[in-house]
T-cell receptor, first 114, second 118 residues
Framework: GEDVEQSLFLSVREGDSSVINCTYT??????LYWYKQEPGAGLQLLTY?????DMKQDQRLTVLLNKKDKHLSLRIADTQTGDSAIYFC??????????????FGKGTTLSVSS | GAVVSQHPSRVICKSGTSVKIECRSL??????MFWYRQFPKQSLMLMAT?????????EQGVEKDKFLINHASLTLSTLTVTSAHPEDSSFYIC??????????????FGQGTRLTVV
């Protein structure tokens, strides 16, 4: 079945760049997402990328998609202590239109030290 | 952006009682809503797809008689955990999908409900 894998922990210093990696299995996924979850809170959409794109930049966030290798990454430039959270990679189920159910990775806990 | 409101945010109930969680789309109509469950330090797992005006579709391993879903209107879906037990304690999150044809690409999530069964 479909699966999304990501590393569990990442620790960086304030001001450095953070790169969170993710691999997925469903090649028909139309959209791939990055969500942020702070302790005890719901999910906040950070950014998404359509499967026919290979890069998307949004302020401090850069998403790279390698569709051949089914690899997705999220780069956070100038990481701040407020970026400390759990980051989830998610793919849309199948080649459906947007806004469908998602399959999530286990989440990467980003710890930013000052 | 669009807002999905989930209520309550936290609930503690006694073992054997039932708990209802509401998921509302505040500024758009949603023919489809999704219910997820998240165990501590785990990912979100899709439990069921709630379809307005028809029966919910449950994922494998999810008991439909235990997790009752009602999607009675285009802005409200409810999840009722019946005869709750401590192992049902978890974080439940809903998401709502706009009516098909919308150009929105985002799955809008509620704030989540922390259920503790004692």
């Amino acid at each position: 079945g479909e699966d999304v894998e990501q590393s569990l922990f990442l620790s960086v210093r304030e001001g450095d760049s953070s790169v969170i990696n993710c691999t997925y299995t469903d090649s028909s996924s139309t959209y791939l997402y990055w969500y942020k979850q702070e302790p005890g809170a719901g999910l906040q959409l950070l950014t998404y990328i359509f499967s026919n794109m290979d890069m998307k930049q949004d302020q401090r966030l850069t998403v790279l998609l390698n569709k051949k290798d089914k690899h997705l990454s999220l780069r956070i430039a100038d990481t701040q202590t407020g970026d400390s959270a759990i980051y989830f990679c998610a793919e849309s189920i199948g080649a459906n239109q947007a806004g469908t159910a998602l399959i999530f990775g286990k989440g990467t806990t980003l710890s930013v030290s000052s | 952006g669009a807002v999905v409101s989930q209520h309550p945010s936290r609930v503690i109930c006694k073992s054997g009682t039932s708990v209802k969680i509401e998921c509302r789309s505040l500024d758009f109509q949603a023919t489809t809503m999704f219910w997820y469950r998240q165990f501590p330090k785990q990912s979100l797992m899709l439990m069921a797809t709630s379809n307005e005006g028809s029966k919910a579709t449950y994922e494998q391993g999810v008991e439909k008689d235990k997790f009752l879903i009602n999607h009675a209107s285009l802005t409200l879906s409810t999840l009722t955990v019946t005869s709750a037990h401590p192992e049902d304690s978890s974080f439940y999150i809903c998401s709502a999908s706009p009516i098909p044809g919308s150009e929105d690409t985002e799955a809008f999530f509620g704030q989540g409900t922390r259920l503790t069964v004692v």
